[in-house]
Each structure stands twice: as C-alpha cells, then as structure tokens.
C-alpha cells in the first residue's frame, strides 16, 4: 500500500440524493442473497484457492518492484493463473514503468569519540532515492519532529548535515493507517525539505508503531527544483537509538553508503481477467490488488494478498453457479509502489474506450480478518445503498460499511465510477510489515484470507445483481 | 479456554422484560461518556501495562497447570503485580487443585510391513490421562468420525485396537470456536467410549483447523465405572498421515508410551484485586481471567492475556481518573483447564457471603483485536441494555454485543449474576495456538492486547456506572 496522498474522503454527505438507477430488493431478494452468500464462504472456506496463489506468488517469485524481472514473471504467473479459472478473457494491459534498483546493501556507520557500543545502524533507502555515488556521505545530525522544527534551525544548524525526521507514529490513533497517514509525510517531503536547507541527506525514522530492527522503505519524491540528496529510513529501534545518541554527543557524524539508482523505465503490463455480465455487460465492476511490491520480503500483505483475493472473488462467483449479471474484472495493477502508472493506465484506457464503470473495489490493506468496506462516492445515497447490505455481510463480521478510503490505484477511475470500495480488514498487524522484510507469506493466515476473498466475491454479487 | 462443556447459551429472549433497577443515560452522559472512554484508550495505547506483565508471565514463568510449581508462582506474582496497582485490596482465596503431570515426553511408533518412510508422529497425553505404566501399548487401530460409526462396529473390530478419533473441524463455520465446539467431544468422551468397547486407547485429532505439527493438549474425562485407557492428541498431520496410512495398510501396529500421572490434590489459590465502589461498594463486578494453563507452550493466548486484561482494566479506570461507583474485582482464576475449582471456589464463597453481583466479565478466547462482547442473561432486557452501550464502543471496534457465551470461570457464577459477559476478540488465528507449544508470548501483539483490556475497561466503566 503507498497511502502516499492517502485521504478519507467523507462522501459528499452535503450533497443531492440522486436518482437511482439500481434495482429495488424485495424479502425474497434478501433470502436468496443470503443463501447465495453462504454458497460463497463455503467455497471459499472448503475450497479457497487464495492462500495457495499466494504461496506461489511470494515463495517461488518474491518481492516484485517494478521493472524488475520478477514483476514480469509476476505478471505472467496472473495471466496463467486467470487462465485456468474459466473467466471469458484474460489480458495484458501495457504500461511504462519506473524501473529504481537499490543496488548493493546499505552501509550506515557512527564516528563519535563520546559513544560506546555503537549498535548495528538498521537502515534501508527509500524507493527512488540516489545513491552516494560509490562513496559514503559523512555528516553531523540534526533531528527535527515537524517541518516547523526545520523551519527555525539556522542555516548554519543544517547546512552540510543529515535531517533526522524522527516524529513517530502517534499511539493513540486506533487506526493505524490514520498514524501512518500522520507521519509519512516525513518519507515522502523529507529529502525536499532537507535540500532545500542545504543538507546532504535525509534519514526517516520508520513508518511503524512497532519497535523492531525492520527499516521500511517505501516512496519518497524528489523536485527538479531542488538538489536530489540521498534519503534512507531507519528502524524503528535505530532511530530511538540515534536520538539518544544525539543527546550524548550532539556532534558525532553519521556515514550514509547507499548504491540505489533509478533506470530507464521499462514496459510492464497491468493483468486483466473478465467475466462478461449476462444482462448488463456494459457495467462494469472492478475487483483489483496491486501486483508489484516493494524488494523487500515477498509483498505478501502488500499486496499479494490484494492480487489473489480479486481473482478469487471472480473464481467464487461461477464455482457458486452465481454468473455475475454485469460484467466483472479482477485488475492486478502495476507500479501501485512508485508511480501508480497501472491504475492510471487502466483509467485512461477506459475513458478513451467509454467504458461504464459502476464501481471498483480494491483490497490494499493486508489479507487480514474482515471487518466490512470503506467507500468514496459523490453522493451519501451511494453509501447508504452499500450500507443496506450490511445484515447480508453480518454473518460474516463484514458488515463494518461507511464512508472511507477506496484505494490508490483505482484513485484515477474516480471521475468515472459511481464508488470506489476499499477493502477493509483488521488492520493492526499491517504497519508491523509494511514495506519491510518481514512481509512475508508465512504472515498471512489461510482462513482470514479467504474470508476476505469471500467478502469480496460477496460485495461483488451484490453489485452486479442491483446496481448502485 | 477449556471449552469443554460450551454451549451458546440464548439470553432467555422469551422471558419476561424485568424492570431495572440501572440509572437512565442522559445526551449529556454520553458526551461524558465518550471522553472517559477516551481516556480509558489512551492510558491504554500510550502507557499500557498488559504487554509487559504479559511478557514477565509467559517468558519468566511459563507454562502453569494447576499444582505446579510455575502455577504457585504465578499466584504470587498476580498478587504482587496487583499491589502495585493502587487497588483497595489484593487478596488470595484459597482452593485445591488437581494436580496432573506429563512426565517424560510421550513416544509414538508405527508398525507394519507395508510403510515405508514413516514420519515422525507429534502426539502428547491429553491432560488427565493415565500413562501406559512404563512401557509402551502396542496395537492396532481402528478409525471413526462419530460415535455412530464407532457404535456401528463389531467389538472385533475395537477390542485390543486403539481407537482413532478423526473427526476434523468443519471449516466453513465462520466462528472457529463454533468447529471446536463440533469436534472436542472427541476429546471429551474419546477414552471413555473407546474402553466401553474394549479398546486399549484412544488417539484423537488435535482440535485445530490449521494442518501442523503441534499436537494439542485439553481436558478429557474419565468413567468411575470405565476401565481407564491412555488417551493422546494426534497433531493434524500427524491425523492425516495415519488416516492415509490405514488405507494402505489396515494392519498397521500403533506404539504409544506415556508417562503421565495424576498425583495428590495441591492447595493453590484464585488472586483478587479489588477497587471498592464509591457509591454502591454492595453491588460488585468481576473481570477476569485464568491464570493456570497447560504445560505446553507459555500459556500467552490462553489465557495469560485475560489475565494481564482484567489487572489492567482496574489500573487504566484509576490512571484515568474513573473510581468505579460500584465495587469491581479482577480475578485471576486458578484451574480453568482442568477443573474449574477457581471458579466454583470464587461463586461459593460469593454465595456464602451474601454477596450481590451484577456483572461477570472473563476474557478466554485470547488477546486478539476486540470485536465486542457476548451475553448471557436471564433477561433479553439486559442484553438490550448493554447493546445500548454500542456507540459508545463503536470508535473502537468493540461494539459486537450481543447474545453469547460469558467464561467457563464465571460459569458458576450464573445464578447469582444479572449477567455473564465473555470478551469477544478477532478468534481466527486462536486455535492454531490453543493449548500447543505455540501459544507463546511472541504470538501476542501489543496493540491488540492493549485494546482489549481497554475494552474490557470502558465496560466495566459503563457498568459500575449505570448499573444493569
């Protein structure tokens, strides 16, 4: 998950009810839609095919950055895996990518004459950073916790040192993804804002809650305005570390070695698998995860588990006998990561082609246990039509529905469907991985997985039978 | 969490609505409201003791089944624990305990001419098992999946044989407690209706869904009027290992030794914290958990984490300025898993002193993120009550109320409580862990826990304010 520009947009609560065009839901309705949804938990809960997908997906391919020859065979292994699952099409969708490399290990050294028993400093550069230039970057530190922080140090404080975005997470927040949503701003403007202070790199702590060694890349911008300076996150526990050290030795020098470069961008592809609707095929529902991962661990909860419960969700519907009346896509997105050039590719296209897209759920926040669906719409009625289905959903513990985030790679079809639905699971475990080495599929859990596929091929059932 | 006699029990929804003697909820409480359960949150995110008192318990002592040494330290390190909280009173209730020991580990082997590569098989006694006398049992096995088709054999078939109880979970329950529910019979009855037809043993499938190698233990009966016969919990790939090699070779000769024994009862006790009411000390609520549990693993999920829950929830009402109306008491129960002594101790001992409770809390089904709570009452009106409450637990995720199982330690308190409530968290992960070598401190994550026992809180809060 980038979450980079990540808002929750409340649904236009001021605006119009609208006209719908949807169709109405009688008892009767209620009752075989409550049946039907059972079929679909049973499938997936007897017969899931998710946990295996993802198996393959991190263990036999791994962490898939963009450009990288590992996200083409990721790409193929989609296309393939689609193939056996009796969709009507399966198909590539081209798209130029980013293609960044991190290159050799870090190297991260303390020169102080005051400290003793320097620890290990865990570190990791951020996703499209520059490297040092084949030789370590050695400077003093300042630690700042806010941008107003940074504003008044003197040039004098900056110039030539390390900016140490050290603000962390903040505890209280119940929704880890709003602390994130809080702090990583510090990832993504740091190095901007070092520069243009004259410093000579940027050094963030971790996006995380947790206290571990795990340093978590993650995107980070740069302005052609601006001196690109080199910028790398720290653990949690180094950065806990260094401002203690800090205070013992205002003076000791950070050594920063980092071989990352950014290459030119290659072609990759969005993969695609369609079940054409029996009596609406122009409406279109998108059911999608984001296919590249960051190059460390194996993208299992970031987002494997997105890719394989989308083609889930489809496989669910017709080994249920439930033949979706409008059409249906699973969308592995490309480049979620670094650039979003997938989703808005796929959005592109679709605007030029006409295509209606009645909405596009995205599952982007771990294969953790499912708790219900955060939706963006321009109108509240849009959300109070999903908010019905939640005594359908509640069996489930899958009823949680209101306004929310959709998901970032669906972000640019905004104009053009009716709601973009985020997946929404328990989500405390998923900043523990996000974007480290730990993101790996023995973290994912068979049966909360598969619940969330099943809650998906479910919301989707229900879309593609009334409508919105 | 024993489990072993768990019914859903239905708040009597066709009785009477009884009138209340619980203060009416003004707009204006529950403004006041919300910001004490904020505050009850807060303590608990940002400076929450659960997780290191969890940590001490699981890595420091460790397992403690009821007689043990571990057990008797974790008595005085509850009491100890509490004395620093700033409670009224800390105080120890004596009870005896049966005291069952595992001895040296279990042995298993497989006999037969037909098998070749025979894997290891991962078993271990089922807690209050005979052993097998210091040699082992040799003989072969019969496999059923019910006690119709058990009955259905000829004693040919079973006498001299041990029997093997196959019965896995039903994965398409949504609740995997309500598979438990459908499978520990087996391990329940298994010795006892085995013997009744001769048998020399009974070998039962670990009470899991997840396929591993951790065998798990759990309390199994015996019949006064029964020949005793060793019973062992097979691990599910041990289950599935020998139900294939069966269908190759029905002749196959199954070794088991166990060293297991049951020994003298041993005085233990149940630890009490307690925090006097500041306007009705007469009507008192309990929280709590079990502090004993089985000799595999460290005790972390089951059920250390109701422990440190309930200790905490007192704490976080003192550490947020919120001294309880009513009298309310954490209770560390002794003996939850294989006798329930603790908790018919604490009910007899209410009972004799004529002690009047409103309300038992018990947290037994993990640390995992809340999810909300389960009812049982008398009276449909108290579960409507406490439902009331939803909103105000709605920005935690905790707002699930509803009809449900209370505890097995509160269970004997069920004629003498308005209501047994039983804390209900994320449940799927619980039984890959329950009662293995895997239900470790590293298993528990901080925020979850934390979040629970503030759930747990904000209840006890709302109770000890307005009564039921």
Known sequence: MRFLFRRLLLAGVGGLLTASAASAQTPADFKTDSIN???IYDEALLRGQSYEHLRYLCTRIGARLSGSPQAEQAVQWGKQTMETMGFDRVY?????????VRGKAEKAGIKSKKLKNVPKINLCALGGSVGTSGRPVQAG?????????????????VRGKFVFFNRPFDDKLIE???????????????????????????????????????????????DEQVPKVPAAALSTNAADWLSQALKTDPGLEFSLEMDCQTLP???????????????????????????????????AHDDGTGCVQSMEALRLLLASGLRPERTVRAVLFMNEENGVRGGQKYAELAKAAGEKHLAAIESDGGGFTPRGFGIEAKSAATVARVQQWAPLLRPYHSD??????????????????TALIGYDGDSQRYFDLHHTAADTFDKVHRREL???????????????????
Chains 1, 2 share one sequence.
């Open 450 to 468: 598969e619940l969330g596929g099943a809650s998906m091929a479910a919301l989707v059932y229900l879309l593609s039978k009334y409508g919105l």
């Open 92 to 100: 590539l969708q081209e798209v130029m990518v980013p293609h960044w």
């Open 400 to 417: 949680k529905i209101g306004p929310g985030h959709g998901g970032t790679d669906i972000g640019p079809l905004r104009d053009q469907a």
């Open 265 to 299: 961008e290659v072609k990759s592809y969005n993969v695609i698998g369609e079940i054409k609707g029996s009596k609406r095929p122009d409406e279109i529902i998108v059911v999608g995860g984001h296919l590249d991962s960051w190059d460390l661990g194996q993208g």
């Open 141 to 157: 530190v300042v630690e700042v916790r806010s941008w107003d922080e940074l504003a008044r140090l003197s040039d004098a404080q």
């Open 37 to 39: 949804i059972r079929r």
């Open 176 to 222: 880890p993804g709003a602390a994130y949503g809080g702090a990583v701003d510090q990832r993504g403007r740091g190095a901007i804002e070092a520069a243009k202070r004259g410093a000579v790199g940027a050094l963030v702590r971790s996006m995380t809650s947790s206290r571990d060694d795990f340093p978590h890349t993650g995107a980070m911008r740069y």
